[in-house]
């Protein structure tokens, strides 16, 4: 069984800082895409950032030049540094795992799978 553990949310003020990360674990070949949503009350889940497995990436326009996506392959870990945060930003965030490859007693697998969420909320 996969599992998404996400951590690094918390309360910040307007223009400061924090890193999200999200762990992958499990039995899992191989995870193709990464990346990170967010959910705001009231509205639809959108893309924050997302890394696939050979770096590129890819940032919704709202957090371009404030929000840089990482990714360590041989953790199957990402991480999203926000900066200059707004309140905005105030959302919970949901790592997403595209097309990972796990070996199941019935064969190959290719599935997607989600995060628990974390809570961003910034306030003065």
């Known amino acids: 069984q996969v599992q998404l553990v996400e951590s690094g949310g918390g309360l910040v003020q307007p223009g400061g800082s924090l890193r999200l990360s999200c762990a992958a674990s499990g039995s899992i070949h191989s995870i193709n895409g990464m990346g990170w949503y967010r959910q705001a009350p009231g509205k639809q889940r959108e893309l924050v950032a997302s890394i696939g497995s050979g770096g590129s990436t890819k940032y919704a326009d709202s957090v371009k030049g404030r929000f840089t996506i990482s990714r360590d392959n041989a953790k199957n870990t990402i991480y999203l540094q926000m900066n200059s945060l707004k309140a905005e930003d105030t959302a919970v965030y949901y790592c997403?795992?595209?097309?990972?490859?796990?070996?199941?007693?019935?064969?190959?697998?290719?599935?997607?799978?989600w995060g628990q969420g974390t809570q961003v909320t910034v306030s003065s």
């Open positions: 997403n795992a595209k097309d990972v490859l796990t070996y199941e007693p019935s064969g190959w697998l290719h599935k997607d799978y």
